[in-house]
């Protein structure tokens, strides 16, 4: 049976997606955001063993040359991934579909559906597949919150058992995309195109950053895009929030209520019907 390094997982999640729902985030990310909230989750463990000996609480331990981290002992100090060279820290597991379906069973009666995030979980596309047809055979739903880098058209077993992609369309410009992340957009706009063509796309997401970004042409854009694949699908506008990020990687501040509020009645005014700011 196939592994799938997990972050965390939240039985009951209001906000990845609608209704209640099993959120399920993924270790491992190929892009580097400089905004990123979660930098711990972008890169893999490498096993190196030097958080073990620094935790004050005897939470990390290494067996057979495998660093396993003991959720019950950890105090979240978060030493273990201030001291970590890879800025990963030891705070994930490796668990199979059936470890993961057992946390599902346990809250199934609650929840409308799951949603697999990350980091990037589409990089674990393989034991998606696995775990969506267990889940599906349960009725429930499934979303996939994603960066857009895997090409969906070439994912075909991954795309027909998923229900609902929401999409990060982080910059419409490919030059600032790849500023902002490391890659480029090119993959990230065919699949805006190609998930709204065939019903599965949920929303698209920008978030705002004021200084960095040309936050006007990307909604402009965007918003635009959206218009032509379906002006329904929702345009979630997320202001930049301090929270977690690394200082030294960006120099910005939170947008003001009157900018996001300028900027929804630009999408609105380019056709989107659903456009909201969290
Ligand atoms: S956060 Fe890391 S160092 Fe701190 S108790 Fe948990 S595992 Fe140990
Ligand atoms: S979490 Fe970091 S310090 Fe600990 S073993 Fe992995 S790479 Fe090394």
Known sequence: MLKGIVRKIIPFSFVDGPGNRTAIFFQGCNFDCLYCHNPETIKSCIQCGECV???PYGAISLVEKSVIWNPEKCE?????????????????????TED??????????????????????????EFLVELFEK???????????????????????????????????????KDEHKMLTGKDNNIVIENAKYLGSINKLYEIRTVIVPEVLDNYRNVNEISKLIVDINPKIR?????????????????THQPTDEMMEQLKTKAC??????????
């Open 100 to 125: 993961i379906l057992e946390q599902i069973l346990k809250v199934k009666t609650f929840i409308s559906g799951i949603t697999v995030s990350g980091g990037e979980c589409t990089l674990q596309g």
């Open 235 to 251: 345009y979630k506008l997320i202001k930049y929030r301090s929270i977690g990020t690394r200082e030294d990687k960006i120099n």
């Open 135 to 173: 889940v599906k055979k349960l009725g429930l739903t499934i979303f996939v919150d994603s960066n857009g880098s895997t090409d969906f058209r070439k994912h075909k077993e991954l795309t027909q058992l998923l229900d609902m992609v929401m999409l990060d369309v982080k910059s419409f410009d």
């Open 53 to 55: 000996d620094n935790c």
């Open 76 to 96: 979240d100090c978060g030493l273990c991934v201030k001291i970590c060279k890879n800025k990963c820290g030891p705070k994930f597991r490796s668990m199979d």
């Open 269 to 278: 005014s380019n056709g989107c019907e659903n456009v909201i700011i969290v």
